[in-house]
């Protein structure tokens, strides 16, 4: 990837090109591989742990759903699961693997995590590594999250939670976790907070106050 590319990949993922350019650049990633090698095959992530415990007969919406790993390697002990993501060709590999993992009860919908709205509150909303995309900018983080989150909260059925999973791999990562956390205490309750090793991982589950 030359320098251009680069450049122009950063200002997709921060948005600051249009909709429909985020929409094709993403598909093209998915459509040659691009996130294959990273995320295609995620077995032992401890993610799945957390799923199991707080997801039992809850509807789920998976935002920034990518190519199904979610659904179709955590434990199927959902009432229903919503995947969104901005990527339709992300979206079709998900439902192909969603079905042949025989998995039921099972949606997707294209969207921009920005301006979405479910058709029903959910009980849970996944952002599996979502949230590294929420601002455009580092110091607008405090200010974006917040926002994001607390739109999201106003979106969950009563009783309802967040989940969210960021990774610790590099010293930048880590730094941007630790302020996402941050930010999650001083505006929900946090229910429960886990750094894992293997992978490095922070995992945290929040609610409303």
């Not at 199904?68 to 390697?73: K, L, P, Q, W």
């Not at 919908?109 to 909303?125: C, E, N, Y």
Request: aromatic content about 10%; hydrophobic content about 40%; overall charge positive.
């Amino acid at each position: 990837m030359n320098i251009i590319e680069r450049k122009y990949r950063a200002l997709v993922h921060r948005r600051l090109v249009p909709k429909w350019m985020q929409r094709i650049t993403w598909n093209r990633e998915y459509a040659i591989g691009q996130w294959d090698s990273r995320s295609l095959h995620t077995p032992n992530d401890p993610i799945y742990d957390v799923l199991t415990e707080y997801c039992l007969d809850r509807n789920v919406c998976d935002i920034g759903s990518g190519q199904g790993n979610t659904v179709t390697e955590m434990l199927p002990v959902y009432r229903s699961y919503t995947g969104m993501d901005v990527s339709d060709v992300a979206l079709r590999i998900a439902a192909k693997r969603a079905a042949e993992a025989g998995r039921e009860r099972v949606a997707f919908i294209q969207g921009f995590m920005h301006s979405f709205r479910p058709a029903h509150k959910p009980d849970v909303f996944l952002f599996r590594e979502t949230l590294m995309y929420v601002a455009r900018r580092r110091r607008q983080v405090n200010r974006d999250m917040t926002r994001f989150l607390q739109r999201y909260a106003g979106m969950l059925a009563p009783g309802g939670i967040m989940i969210s999973r960021l990774s610790l791999s590099s010293p930048s990562e880590a730094s941007y976790a630790a302020e996402v956390e941050s930010i999650v205490s001083q505006n929900f309750k946090i229910v429960e907070c886990r750094h894992t090793q293997e992978p490095a991982a922070q995992l945290l589950v929040f609610r409303p106050l």
